[in-house]
Structure formats: structure tokens, C-alpha cells
């Protein structure tokens, strides 16, 4: 029998959601231009689009809302921010922003320009994006281990250490802006980095004088599976864990809407430089707001200030992993594949594998999210070619090293009886798998397309 670990919470409030008929679905998908994020959300019925923002705040973060301090400025709450990210991240300085981009709008351009680039185990898209607004161009250097979803590797976040010393020769340390270690590993497929590969990533960068920032959406999570699989850590507390992770970087930028469990909010953390932090601040004001509040209302500071202590509960995240590993045992029962060992924040359904009838360029893992949708109202989404877009130099479709079809599973959300559900859809897909055809786009913007573009059927 698979485990489940129990919620370690019981539900005070509900929020109803319905199944439509097979028919209906198939007239909203096709309404939507087979573009999952078209989709009313009144129109699905388990959404694992996301687990950003899309999680539930817990009675505290509730009863915190109420007394968040909207004062312009010297607020409560942001004292209480304060304090509570000083505990986790040991840092001297931070700044609320409204979300992770907002933190990477802040930050990246004061490191990167024209000429300059950025070295990632995996930038985010929204890093990525970031990266090329300044200027610079962004490279990823995970480890070749990431790239096979079979094989068992228990940190296939990890930044590729040989690569990134020949990266940072093969361009001159003075063009490297700066290395970003994103934890978990979102693109990899939420997968967890080392803490000995966070420390060799820094060591290395130190000797080149090149800073790290941490992408910090999901350290919790990290924290966890190092805590679970790292030699030496296995009597660490999380917050133990955090700490010493984040004292390798320089920085953090952070979207708080995945592990801080809140549903709008972002921070950046800078160590000790006092001058880096003022042009962190004096860029904040401008872009987010004055330095109390970032762009975010006194309640959300509030909300924030708690959920990042609830997201380093030991029991919480068991069971919040242990949701990804109840789905990832059934889909190898069902013999379908996934990045495997499953991620932290999701499972990420390797669409290569299931339908190897589909080149990347008609996007099978798009054609994957389609059908769950079709299947059973469930919305996922694509992390592949469709999402990676055009070269930028070229404007030729990139070929992703991935097609996966992401399951994003959101904080304290839903039960086993919804996981139960995606998993037979899975199997019914599987069944006619060979039936499935690719996509088409017929409309795309320039940046981030996933978000927008418009697709239809192939013949
Ligand atoms: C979500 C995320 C971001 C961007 O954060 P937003 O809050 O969505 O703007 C950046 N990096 C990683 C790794 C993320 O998961």
C-alpha cells in the first residue's frame, strides 16, 4: 500500500468546485485556443496549473490579515517580516516586492547588462526573462544526470560544477554577472540541489569574485529533501538547514507565493552589503513602492511574516512531499513516466516518453495538458518546447531538452480522493495514448508566449 501522510491540519473553510460534462470541457478547451491559461477556473474542476499564490493560508495567516499594519511607513508588520526572515535566512538586510519577478526586476539589472551573462543550474522563465530585459543572456549548467527521467539521482538540481568553471573561462569571469542557484530546481522538475553542491557553486564563484543569488521560491522545500538525503543532515532542523544554505549565497530574490504559503508577495534578501541593499531599496521605490511595504498591502506583509514560518514545519512538509510521492508510486504502478525521484512542488509527467509519436515541435506536452483537461477537468501545464519559445537571436523554435507535462500541486489544498482522481485519468490517457495528436501555434506574443499564445489541433 502507498503511504499517505495525513494532513497534519483538519478544514474550517471549504470552496466548492464541480466537474462539467465531457462535452462542455471540449467546447471550453476549444474556446480557449487549447491554451490552458484561457480556461475559466470556474471551468476546472482539480487546477494543478499552478502552486504559485494558489495555496491555503492557515487560521494564523487569517487572523494575521486582520491585524497586518497598513501604515505607510515603520509598520508592524513589516517588523514582523523582518524578524521572521532574519530567523530563517540569517541575512542582515530585506526588501518586500509584490512578487518573485518583481524581485528579479529589482535586482537582476543592477548585475547584468548588454554583453554580460548570467549562469543558472536553471533559470525560472520569469528569471530568464529578466535576464534578457537587462541585456544579458541567461545559460543553464545542470548537471547531465537532470536530463534522464528515469534514472534515480537524489539532487538532479545540481549546478554542473566541471561546466560551470569551463562556462566562466570559456566568457571571461568579468562578463559573468552573476551565478544563480535556483532551489528546488523548478525547470528540472522541482528537483532538490545539495547542500555540497550550493557550497562548490559558491566556493567556485568566490575565487572569480562573481555573487550568487539564490532563486529562493522553494528553499523550504530544498531543505527538506537535504535534510532527507544528504549525508550529516538528518538531525538538522529545517530552519538549521535554510540557514546554512542561504550562507553561501550574496542574495536571495524569492517569490513568497509558493513556500511562504501566501497568495501575492516576494522578498529579496541581501547578506551584509550595505550599499548593495541601498540600490536594492532606492530601485524598489520607483518599481514597487517605498521600503515598508514593496508593493504589497500590510496584511499581505503580515501573511507573509507567518506563512514563512509555517513553511519550514517539519510535519508540514512531509506531508506536502509526501503528496508528490502518493502520485509518483501510482504512476510507476501504472508504468507511466515521470521526472523521477518526483520533485517537491510537483510531478513532472514526461511527455516524450508517453507519446514519442509527437515531435517537440508540434508539443506533446501541451497535447498531454489538453487531454487531462479533456479527461477529467484537470488543468496542468506545459514545461517544454511550447513554453521555452524562439531563439531569441535566431527566432527558431528551441527544442527543450524536456516535454513535461507539469502537475503543480498547491499548499494544503486538496486530498487524497483528488489525487486518486488525477491518477485514473492518467491511466484512461494512457490507454488511447496513441490516438493523441500534436498542436499548431497560430498566434504568439513576444516574450513568455505560453501565457497567451493561441494553438489549434493538428490533423
Ligand atoms: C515562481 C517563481 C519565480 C517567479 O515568481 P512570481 O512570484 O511568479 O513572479 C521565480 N523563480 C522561481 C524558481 C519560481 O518558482
Redesign the pocket.
Known amino acids: 500500500m502507498t503511504k499517505y501522510y495525513a494532513e497534519p491540519f483538519k478544514i474550517k473553510m471549504v470552496e466548492p468546485i464541480k466537474m462539467l460534462t465531457r462535452e462542455e470541457r471540449i467546447e471550453k478547451i476549444r474556446n480557449a485556443h487549447y491554451n490552458v491559461f484561457y480556461l475559466d477556473s470556474d471551468d476546472v474542476y482539480i487546477d494543478l496549473l499552478?502552486d504559485?499564490?494558489t495555496g491555503a493560508m492557515s487560521a494564523n495567516q487569517w487572523a494575521g490579515v486582520m491585524v497586518g499594519d497598513e501604515a505607510y511607513s515603520g509598520s508592524r508588520s513589516y517588523k514582523n517580516l523582518m524578524a521572521s526572515a532574519k530567523d530563517i535566512f540569517g541575512y542582515e538586510y530585506f526588501q518586500p516586492v509584490h512578487?518573485?519577478?518583481?524581485?528579479?526586476k529589482v535586482v537582476m539589472p543592477i548585475f547584468l547588462h548588454e554583453g554580460k551573462v548570467a549562469i543558472s543550474n536553471m533559470h525560472?522563465d520569469?528569471?530568464r526573462a529578466h535576464v534578457e530585459l537587462a541585456g544579458a543572456r541567461a545559460i543553464d549548467c545542470v548537471i547531465p544526470e537532470a536530463l534522464d527521467t528515469v534514472n534515480y539521482h537524489p539532487f538532479k538540481g545540481n549546478m554542473d560544477i566541471e561546466r560551470l568553471k569551463k562556462l566562466i573561462e570559456e566568457y571571461g569571469p568579468e562578463n559573468v554577472g552573476m551565478i544563480i542557484i535556483?532551489v528546488t530546481n523548478?525547470s528540472a522538475g522541482g528537483q532538490p540541489v545539495s547542500m555540497d553542491n550550493i557550497k562548490k557553486t559558491s566556493e567556485i564563484a568566490k575565487s572569480y569574485n562573481i555573487p550568487v543569488c539564490i532563486?529562493a521560491?522553494?528553499y523550504a522545500e530544498n531543505a527538506y529533501f537535504i535534510k532527507n538525503r544528504e549525508d550529516g543532515y538528518s538531525d538538522k532542523s529545517i530552519k538549521d538547514i535554510a540557514r546554512e544554505m542561504f550562507s553561501y549565497a550574496d542574495l536571495f530574490?524569492m517569490?513568497?507565493?509558493?513556500d511562504a504559503i501566501i497568495n501575492m508577495g516576494?522578498l529579496v534578501g541581501v547578506k551584509n552589503d550595505p550599499e548593495l541593499f541601498e540600490v536594492v531599496k532606492a530601485r524598489t521605490i520607483p518599481y514597487e513602492g517605498f521600503v515598508s511595504y514593496g508593493g504589497l498591502s500590510g496584511r499581505d506583509i503580515e501573511a507573509m511574516a507567518i506563512g514563512l514560518q509555517e513553511g519550514t514545519d517539519f510535519d508540514y512538509l512531509k506531508y506536502r512531499i509526501g503528496q508528490m510521492e502518493y502520485l509518483a508510486e501510482k504512476l510507476d504502478e501504472a508504468g507511466i513516466a515521470y521526472q523521477s525521484p518526483v520533485g517537491g512542488h510537483a510531478v513532472f509527467l514526461d511527455a516524450k516518453k508517453l507519446l514519442p509519436h509527437i515531435p517537440y515541435y508540434e508539443f506533446p506536452a501541451q497535447a498531454l495538458a489538453i487531454e487531462l483537461y479533456i479527461e477529467a477537468g484537470i488543468r496542468s501545464c506545459d514545461i517544454g518546447s511550447y513554453m521555452m519559445g524562439n531563439d531569441p537571436d535566431t527566432g527558431e523554435q528551441i527544442e527543450s531538452e524536456f516535454e513535461f507535462t507539469r502537475l503543480a500541486v498547491p499548499r494544503r489544498v486538496y486530498t487524497q480522493s483528488h489525487l486518486d482522481v488525477i491518477v485514473e485519468a492518467l491511466k484512461a490517457i494512457k490507454e488511447r495514448k496513441d490516438t493523441l495528436k500534436g498542436y499548431r501555434i497560430t498566434w504568439e506574443p513576444e516574450v513568455l508566449r505560453h501565457f497567451t499564445a493561441k494553438l489549434e489541433p493538428l490533423k
Do not use: P
Open positions: 499552478t504559485s499564490g512578487q518573485g519577478r518583481a524581485a528579479e525560472f520569469t528569471t535556483t523548478n532563486d521560491a522553494r530574490t517569490s513568497a507565493k509558493k516576494g
